[in-house]
């Protein structure tokens, strides 16, 4: 299984149609989604899936190497064939291995950034693509901070959070060390940690609505991405990963 961490995960669209996958189990058509698991993202979170395990070897993720209407499993970090409706509508897709979320295939932003240009993909993918592409508009236009950190706009926005990063990976790398329950006995309430150490222990994340949430710290996030204000997510500089995102992202992208 994935990580506990539920960085950039957004459900994207749904099926309803159930359709037979193998020779007797139905199942309900994989829905789309967009996910970064920050450091927990496999292989730097390049192009690539991860699906749950019930998938694999259906007819919806099957080895490319299978003979007709035998489904062969996918191994990880190996190419596997997608067929979104389990049928004809296929392309074939790094894997990298288990993700969490039953009848979904969970796909990186790099790999919607390197695909939802492509004229000849599947049309349940474009469709994905297109609804992306409407929330990735409200970034369009903005100083991207992320990918250009030297801009007289963002050099001071970069610093500061490349130095918030910094310092909390030195108790990242505690806590790993030491372990959550160890590190957390020693620790005050304010830099106690869960989830493999990347989350506070503590919610104090609260919105107008007064629900809480734990908040990802700094070094819950790859070199180069940020965790946003309000501690829900990395932010990438992806724009099909930030732009729904929302207001968390978004201060990583000043105007012009």
Known sequence: MRSAMK??????????LTIAAGASTALAVPRLTIYDDGLACPAGCDAHVVFHPTLNGTAFAF?????????????????CRLCFDGATSCMVVMYRGAGPHPRAFDFTPAFYEASCGKADIPPALAAQCRILAQAKKTLEGRVNCIRSPDHPKCATLIEEAREAQAKDRQLYAECLRLGESAFNATRPVSEQRSNDCTYEMKGTGVNSQGKTWKRLRPAGCRDGTYVGPNGTDCCTGNLFADGPQGAECRVFYPQP
């Not at 080895?63 to 190419?79: F, L, Q, R």
């Open 7 to 16: 960085l950039a995960r957004f459900i994207i669209g749904t099926c309803a």
């Open 63 to 79: 080895a490319p190497a299978s003979k007709p209407g035998v489904y062969e499993k996918c191994t990880p970090n190996t190419a």
